[in-house]
């Protein structure tokens, strides 16, 4: 136990840093500054896990919104309905109940599709996310069309970025281990990867429901920030959203999807688009991504390596 | 007992018999040659062998059960593993990471252990790490580590392909044209390392391999495969002298 809290003290103390540095913001930024800085951090673990089932293990979803809409639901339902108020922790049983609700809804889709080659997880996704909805819509005891109100506002600034760095540290252990890299070996190439004797579709489910389980996460945080939460939040186009952050930062890039995730979050404000034209946007950017630098930003590198490339180079 | 016995396997694409009444029984440590012309069915044979394929008909055992119909993950898992004739490296990870998706299912790393990073899972990563290490000297690729397999030349992609193959710890090994594309010299040393391989690892090899010279100084056996079928068994010298061989050779329609 020791020797586990010395290897993760660095994890521990910047996750713990969170309350003072939550606590000195609001002197220094308002409110409108501090949420859009919120909305980044829950978008920073949206892209990160949808970067290990999109980047890193090459398998496309299109339904990253879905999970978030059923971590979102699932942890509104546990600190309404059945966490005892005046228990504190209420909100990470939140988290973790919206998380495991979305894994396994992960590993509903993921069984039949996953097992085979090509893009059944896309379509199967697609129309996943539009069911989740409409099951929503239709459930009158979590709000249905009127969407969901009173969930208590227990996230705040420092449980957004103290889940934010447990799932960007932990993901990252994961996907540079050698439990991780044969993910990326099935995106380089399926056949090969089961030559070698990775089962492919046992790690391919893995992957997906740890990334769909993040969604579930970003969901409980996002819905306890607001307080309300109505289906119109993880409509197809937010998964899209989060699908345009993981190609532009380059498939399977951490520092990448961060950075994207940052700057697809600042830019609407910054311009003050509608979202009407938010879609235009995205889309011109694929596009000229797709053309200038198909590998995205950082390609499937990190932004360490390139910087110590670049300096290599330099000197 | 042999290592691998196949048994009158057979498999067709639509009309076309690619391989039929093929058998072929391979021992332990054997160095062993898979020649033929051109669309013979080597590749073919190949892809049964590891479950890319599974037979129309016929029977693969490897040691002491059948492996006829598994998934090639399974396959590989029981001993066999191979390359391939066109090059299927992971090309965007590194000489390093290539070996390294390769020793996935020996290790016992836990996803918990590696997340938390636990004593027990630190020192297995360190030991995995040092053991892909070892393999890339083995084929001498230890200075290019960081390259991404993409940029490496030919060459050495070819060596990294079977250094991958040698993470998986098989007891035997397919090497469908290794030297395909290397320049002589290149080529000279190849054969020399995979003997050095058969006898450093313990391993059976079987080869698949264009060039005559090559296949019949290394191997002790040969098996020749003509439109899918063998046609002839035997050492080099038989082989060499084998009218059946020279026929299919010589009088090739194309
Ligand atoms: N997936 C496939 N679908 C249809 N036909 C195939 C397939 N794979 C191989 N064949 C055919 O089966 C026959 C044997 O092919 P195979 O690749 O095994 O030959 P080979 O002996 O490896 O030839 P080479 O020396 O050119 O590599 C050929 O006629 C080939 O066209
Ligand atoms: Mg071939």
Not at chain 1, 73 to 88: D, H, K, N, Q, R
Not at chain 1, 123 to 151: D, Y
Not at chain 1, 172 to 197: C, F, H, N
């Amino acid at each position: 136990m020791p020797s586990l809290v010395r290897a993760n003290a660095a994890l521990l103390i910047g996750v713990a840093l969170m309350w003072p540095l939550g606590a000195a913001l609001p002197a220094v930024l308002n409110a409108y500054y501090l949420q859009i800085i919120v909305y980044i951090g829950i978008n920073i673990i949206l892209a990160v896990s949808l970067n290990l089932i999109n980047g890193v293990t090459g398998q496309f979803s299109l339904g990253h919104a879905g999970f978030m809409a059923i971590g979102a639901y699932a942890s509104a339902a546990v600190t309404m309905f059945a966490w005892p108020s005046g228990l504190p922790g209420g909100l990470w049983a939140a988290l973790l109940a919206g998380g495991a609700a979305a894994a396994v809804a992960g590993l509903i889709i993921g069984i039949p599709t996953l097992r085979l080659r090509g893009d059944y997880l896309a379509i199967a996704t697609l129309g996943f996310g539009e069911i989740i909805r409409v099951v929503i819509v239709n459930t009158e005891s979590v709000g249905g069309a009127r969407g969901l109100f009173g969930i208590p506002s227990l996230a705040s600034f420092a449980s957004v970025y103290a889940c934010a760095l447990i799932c960007v540290v932990l993901l990252w252990r994961l996907v540079y281990s050698p439990k991780g890299i044969p993910l990326a070996a099935i995106r380089e190439d399926e056949m090969a990867a089961a030559a070698m004797g990775i089962d492919t579709t046992r790690l391919k489910i893995l992957a997906f429901m740890t990334g769909s389980f993040w969604a579930g996460v970003a969901g409980g945080l996002f819905a306890h920030f607001i307080g309300y939460i109505h289906t119109n939040s993880f409509t197809f186009l937010k998964s899209i959203e989060i699908v345009t952050m993981v190609v532009l930062g380059g498939m399977g890039s951490f520092s990448g999807a961060i950075l994207a995730a940052i700057a697809l979050t600042v830019l609407p404000e910054l311009l003050r688009f509608g979202a009407e034209y938010r879609m235009i946007i995205y889309s011109i950017l694929l596009i000229v991504m797709m053309l200038t630098r198909p590998r995205g930003l950082l390609g499937n590198r990190e932004i360490t390596t390139w910087l110590s490339s670049k300096l290599a180079t330099a000197r | 007992m042999a290592l691998l016995e196949a048994r009158d396997c057979a498999l067709s694409f639509g009309g076309l018999r690619a391989v039929s009444g093929f058998g072929l029984s391979v021992d332990a440590g054997e160095l062993i040659g898979l020649i033929g012309p051109n669309g013979a069915g080597k590749t073919t044979v190949f892809n049964l062998l590891t479950g890319v394929y599974v037979p129309d008909s016929g029977d693969i055992r490897f040691g002491d059960r059948s492996i006829t119909g598994m998934a090639p993950h399974q396959i590989n898992r029981c001993g066999i593993a191979r390359t391939f004739q066109g090059i299927r490296l992971f090309p965007n990870l590194t000489a390093f990471e290539n070996v390294m998706a390769a020793c996935e299912h020996r290790s016992d790393l836990s996803m918990v252990g590696t997340v938390a990073r636990s004593p027990g899972a630190e020192a297995e990563r360190r030991r995995i790490e040092a053991e892909c290490l070892a393999l890339l000297d083995a084929v001498d690729l230890a200075d290019r580590r960081d390259t991404p397999a993409r940029s490496l030349p030919y060459g050495l992609q070819r060596r990294l392909e079977i250094a991958r193959a040698l993470a998986t710890k098989p007891k035997l090994l397919l090497l469908d044209e290794p030297a395909a594309g290397t320049n002589p010299r290149e080529k000279i040393e190849l054969m020399e390392k995979i003997r050095w391989l058969r006898d450093d690892f313990g391993l059976a090899i079987l080869i698949i391999e264009h060039d005559m010279k090559l296949i019949m100084e290394i191997c002790e056996r040969i098996t020749v495969l003509d439109h899918g079928e063998v046609i002839a068994v035997g050492c080099p010298a038989e082989i060499k002298s084998d009218p059946k061989v020279i026929e299919a050779y010589l009088g090739e329609p194309e």
